[in-house]
């Protein structure tokens, strides 16, 4: 059964913009944060950005902090990564997360959440 699905990676040049989105349920993960990851090969997976459940509180890697922001609507089961001046290193599959049970803690280490969508491609050209 398929919980997170994300959408939006593709193929843009440096500078530009791209806008992930990942579909959850509403009623299942409402009040669990949500976390972007990526990993690029041969490379462990990286954290990128996470949301509290309430969409209060936001958290940035340094990689990516001025650069993308995370947001989520939990009435419509959606989470975005809006992500601009995109970089070649930028070039990875990205990756929803979240947690199966509630949680007022929003991690940013890939061990404390147990729900991950498909991950969708996003290539960065120089």
């Known amino acids: 059964q398929v919980q997170l699905v994300e959408t939006g990676g593709g193929l843009v040049r440096a500078g530009e913009s791209l806008r992930l989105s990942c579909a959850f349920s509403a009623r299942t993960f409402n009040r669990s944060p949500l976390a972007w990851f990526r990993q690029a090969p041969g490379k462990e997976r990286e954290w990128v950005a996470a949301v509290s459940w309430s969409a209060y509180s936001t958290y940035y890697a340094d990689s990516v902090k001025g650069r993308f922001t995370i947001s989520r609507d939990n009435a419509k089961g959606t989470g975005d990564l809006q992500m601009n001046n995109l970089k070649p290193e930028d070039t990875a599959v990205y990756y929803c997360?979240?947690?199966?049970?509630?949680?007022?803690?929003?991690?940013?280490?890939?061990?404390?959440?147990?729900?991950w969508g498909q991950g969708t491609q996003v290539t960065v050209s120089s």
């Open positions: 997360a979240a947690r199966a049970r509630p949680s007022g803690h929003t991690p940013s280490t890939a061990s404390e959440y147990d729900i």
